[in-house]
């Protein structure tokens, strides 16, 4: 994993023409494609899920794809996800699976395997299992919807980035949600590396610039 990202939320894509965007993202130099599983139960929303998963890795098998799994039972799910062609997954460690057996099941696969906080989840939380992970994902808003207003986790962030330092532990740390111009600079600050983004991304008019700034953002 490079130091530094962007991975583009396509969430909020226009997915009717998933395509060409996927083919714009490339284009631009996008890192990684963020892809936002949702069950309707773990999170007030549906979204998509394999099939589409695997066709965007058809269509370009060198982007990585970064899975971001809010769905209630991930255990049951994620080898499917990594034999569809995600390249990172990330479950949340309030979902209802058993968090060392899904890391387990993991280890199965050769995925990147992470751990996703909502904003109440104390970073205390995911300490145990870093040494296990490849990232952090810190959310920045609640789960479920693009286009909402960032939330601080600074503090999390903070604590998550020294808890590796101190035990040197190799780990990234994304951030989801509410991520632009203004709130990057403040989560790289914090320690993390990974910056998710989706309608800042997706709304500016030049994506390929768009993406490079939040990438100095945090370069
Ligand atoms: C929200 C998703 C995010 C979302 C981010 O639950 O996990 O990935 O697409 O969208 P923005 O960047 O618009 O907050
Ligand atoms: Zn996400």
């Known amino acids: 994993m490079s ?6 939320s396509v969430l909020s894509a226009d997915l009717l023409n998933l395509e060409s965007e996927i083919r714009k993202l490339s284009e631009a130099g996008v890192d990684m494609i963020h892809f936002d599983v949702m069950d309707g139960v773990f999170v007030n929303n549906i979204t998509y899920g394999l099939p589409v998963l695997k066709s965007i890795k058809k269509l370009s098998p060198d982007m990585l794809l970064d899975v971001h799994l809010m769905i209630t039972n991930p255990l049951k799910y994620v080898r499917e996800f990594a034999e569809s062609g995600a390249d990172i997954i990330t479950f949340h ?5 058993d968090t060392m057996k899904t890391i387990e099941e993991l280890y199965k696969t050769d995925v990147k395997r992470a751990i996703a906080l909502k904003p109440d989840t104390p970073a205390e939380s995911v300490f145990p299992y870093m040494k296990y992970l490849d990232m952090v994902l810190v959310m920045t808003v609640e789960p479920g919807f693009g286009g909402q207003k960032f939330m601080d986790m600074s503090n999390k962030i903070r604590a998550i980035r020294n808890y590796a330092d101190e035990h040197n532990i190799d780990i990234d740390i994304q951030v989801d949600g509410g991520i632009d111009d203004k709130t990057a600079p403040v989560v790289k600050k914090a320690g993390a590396n990974i910056l998710v983004s989706g309608s ?4 500016s008019e030049n994506l390929s610039e768009t993406a490079d700034s939040l990438r100095k953002a945090v370069d």
């Not at 460690?93 to 699976?97: P, T, Y």
């Open 3 to 8: 130091n530094y990202a962007v991975s583009a």
């Open 200 to 203: 800042y991304l997706f709304r």
């Open 93 to 97: 460690i309030e979902s209802q699976s």
